[in-house]
């Protein structure tokens, strides 16, 4: 599955980055089941990383319940306009993302 | 001959040839590498989800803010938000009990990351959702009711 990339701001105001960020993702449940009574796989991300240049500043676990196409929003402190922040999803079928913006 | 090389050689093989024969699903052989906490996504109540993480109980905390609507008029996308002021807070987990499965999210807070977090759950039915809290190695929570009108597990 080709994945569209995340859409990532962050910006930096006295010292302390807010970051929000809309990942394109289905997030499958496995509880859904198709037209012909069929389960629909779970398809769902599991694991968020979002680095600020090499420091992790949140690192997350999800489950199914996430909404489709997941938005995400948290602050840190230490980070400079200028900095490079990645994010990387990974997903219960080993799929990966990783898109990078940068602190404004 | 490097005997640490063979044997890397031969849990390859060996990993190669389960998922080969159908033992092991491609997506089962990632989730053994992978971190992610099944034990803790699969409980069914919040007592199940804080043993898998470690704890033994969690204590209601008016530190902790969960920002959430009163009614979801859509239950595919409910926003959530949580905030802790307990000092040393490491861990901000989001659970809806009334789910298949309690957990939807768990967020861990390195050192400099504030206690403030904000996402967008599913909710199957109205119920209490918790944002649980893990600081200085102690679990606390706060909880409030969602009410769903529409249901957001295709129902």
């Not at chain 2, 996308?77 to 807070?89: E, N, Q, R």
Request: net charge neutral; with cysteine; glycine share 10%.
């Amino acid at each position: 599955m080709a994945t569209r990339p995340m859409r990532i701001r962050a910006t930096e105001k006295d010292g302390v980055t807010e970051v929000k960020v809309l990942m394109s993702h289905i997030m499958e449940t496995g509880q859904r089941k198709d037209g012909e009574g069929n389960i629909v796989p779970a398809h769902f991300i599991q694991n968020v990383v979002v680095k600020n240049g090499d420091k992790t500043v949140l690192s997350a676990e999800w489950g199914p319940a996430v909404s489709r196409d997941p938005f995400l929003s948290f602050k840190f402190k230490g980070g400079k306009k200028g900095d490079k922040l990645t994010v990387t999803w990974t997903d219960n079928k080993g799929e990966s993302r990783t898109d990078e913006a940068t602190v404004s | 001959m490097n005997q640490q090389r063979r044997d890397v050689l031969r849990l390859g093989t060996v990993l190669g040839l389960a998922v080969a024969a159908g033992l092991l699903r491609p997506e089962q052989a990632w989730a053994a590498q992978a971190e992610w906490n099944k034990q803790a996504f699969d409980g069914k109540s919040v007592e199940d989800v804080i043993k898998a993480l470690g704890g033994q109980e969690a204590a209601e905390s008016d530190q902790i803010t969960l920002v959430a609507p009163d009614i979801a008029e859509n239950g595919a996308v409910v926003p959530v938000g949580a905030t802790s002021k307990l000092p040393k807070t490491e861990q901000i987990s989001i659970l809806i009990p009334k789910n298949p499965n309690a957990l939807a999210a768990r967020f861990d807070l390195p050192e400099g990351t504030e206690p403030e977090i904000a996402t967008r759950v599913k909710m199957g039915e109205t119920s209490d959702v918790y944002a649980l809290v893990k600081a200085d190695g102690k679990f606390y929570m706060a909880h409030k009711e969602i009410k769903v009108t529409l249901g957001g597990c295709g129902g």
